[in-house]
């Protein structure tokens, strides 16, 4: 059952695609559609996706960063991560550029972790997660500007990170699955 255990893509008849808002970063759909013989109205955030990073070091640390988010008025934990915003540009190549971006690092050695829907009932977003190692920091540090002007960076052990997820004390939802990940990657072997 493992290996058939996956999420199905479906294909539906959508009657009806409206833009009904346009934003900086995503835009609100109004989609009809047919499902299951019936005709459906559903709402939903079009999002370009995004490419994240969880960084180790040889200490086993992972790299984290806190920035504010106005959404939920936190200034919450985060891993590196940015927009698959730049046409032609792969999610591998995004996560470089972001993780050279936020925390003027490179890595050498880059492997996926995993891809996950965000939202799957309010949007479209896919984040793919890549484990960075064998971090070298750049000559030149990034300019920053607003919410990523006070962003704190800490190299934490990657155990307590694990913790801190399990208790509840860091929730996004992007760190959660990527620590998760980082470390049963890294036990495996």
């Not at 990073?53 to 934990?77: M, S």
């Not at 309010?122 to 984040?127: L, M, P, Q, T």
Request: charged share 30%; hydrophobic share 45%; no cysteine.
């Amino acid at each position: 059952m493992t290996d058939a255990l996956r999420d199905e893509p479906v294909q539906v008849e959508v009657t009806a695609s409206d833009l009904v808002y346009e934003g900086r970063v995503w835009d609100l759909r109004s989609d009809t559609f047919r499902y299951n013989g019936d005709e459906l109205v559903r709402q939903y955030v079009d999002h370009p996706g995004a490419a994240a990073i969880v960084a180790v070091d040889d200490e086993e640390r992972v790299l984290l960063i806190q920035q504010y988010r106005h959404p939920v008025r936190h200034r919450d934990w985060e891993v590196p991560a940015g927009l698959l915003d730049i046409a032609g540009e792969t999610p591998l190549e995004t996560a470089r550029r972001e993780l050279a971006e936020e925390a003027d690092l490179e890595a050498a050695e880059w492997q996926p972790l995993v891809s996950i829907f965000t939202t799957p009932g309010g949007n479209d977003e896919v984040v793919h997660l890549f484990l960075a190692r064998g971090l070298t920091p750049l000559a030149e540090a990034h300019a920053r500007e607003a919410e990523e002007a006070d962003i704190r960076v800490e190299w934490v052990p990657l155990a307590d990170a694990v913790t801190a997820v399990l208790e509840g004390r860091m929730r996004n939802g992007i760190l959660s699955v990527g620590v998760l990940a980082a470390a049963e990657k890294l036990r495996r072997g």
